[in-house]
């Protein structure tokens, strides 16, 4: 089965750069467009990048969306960290019978 | 602004029935594939199952594949899900939300989620 593996947390400072991987178990990660959802605690999921790097209308541009076909990963990349960042991060594809695959969630953590 | 609300959790025995429901006023719900996304606590994301505009296309996680069932009146704007021969690990908040597809590729907005909670 199709699995997406990100990394369970990461830490940075306000004002850096952080970069959140997603990696395809299979196949080419690109084949299949990939999105990105930030869930805030007690909240329900909000999409912040959809079609590998397309932001939704209202999500600032210190969210950005890449795809790296060498490592079959996707990665989502958050500049100019604020503390309202802090939030659980999803990333979400397709497998083969077309039924979404959601990645296990990063937690991202803006001391 | 679009909203989704979801009904219909609670708690129930194992083995027990319970029917969700999402209601999906304020937008063309008809021309809309929906989706059922579950979240145990503390834990991520998992979809649940997927129904196209029409109904003519049902997809479900194979863990629910034969114990829910998925289903839709665009007459009344809802969205439902059906859980038979519920277990323990079905436990989770059970949120519905839009597909934007094939216009953009998300889901897009999401419901607050409604609790179920299998236990004896």
């Known amino acids: 089965n199709f699995m997406l593996t990100q990394p369970h947390s990461v830490s940075e400072s306000p004002g850096k750069t952080v970069i959140i991987s997603c990696t395809g178990s299979s196949g080419s990660i690109a084949s299949n467009y990939v999105q990105w959802y930030q869930q805030r605690p007690g909240s329900a999921p909000t999409t912040v990048i959809y079609e590998h790097n397309q932001r939704p209308s209202g999500v600032p541009d210190r969210f950005s969306g890449s795809i790296d076909s060498s490592s079959n990963s996707a990665s989502l990349t958050i500049s100019g960290l604020k503390t309202e960042d802090e939030a659980d991060y999803y990333c979400q594809s397709y497998d083969s019978r077309q039924h979404l695959v959601f990645g296990g969630g990063t937690k991202l953590t803006v001391l | 602004e679009v909203q989704l609300v979801e009904s219909g959790g609670g708690l129930v025995q194992p083995g027990g029935s319970l029917r969700l429901s999402c209601a999906a006023p304020?937008?063309?719900?008809?021309?809309?594939?929906m989706i059922w996304v579950r979240q145990a606590p503390g834990r991520g994301l998992e979809w649940v199952s997927y129904?196209?505009?029409?109904?003519?296309?049902?997809y479900y996680e194979d863990s629910v594949k034969g114990r829910f069932t998925i289903s839709r009146d665009n007459a009344k704007n809802s969205l439902y899900l059906q859980m038979n021969s519920l277990r323990a690990e079905d436990t989770a908040v059970y949120f519905c939300?839009?597909?934007?597809?094939?216009?953009?590729?998300?889901?897009?907005?999401w419901g607050q989620g409604t609790l179920v909670t299998v236990s004896s």
């Open positions: 304020g937008f063309s719900f008809s021309t809309h594939g």
């Open positions: 939300a839009r597909d934007l597809r094939p216009y953009k590729n998300y889901f897009d907005p």
């Open positions: 129904i196209s505009s029409t109904s003519n296309t049902i």
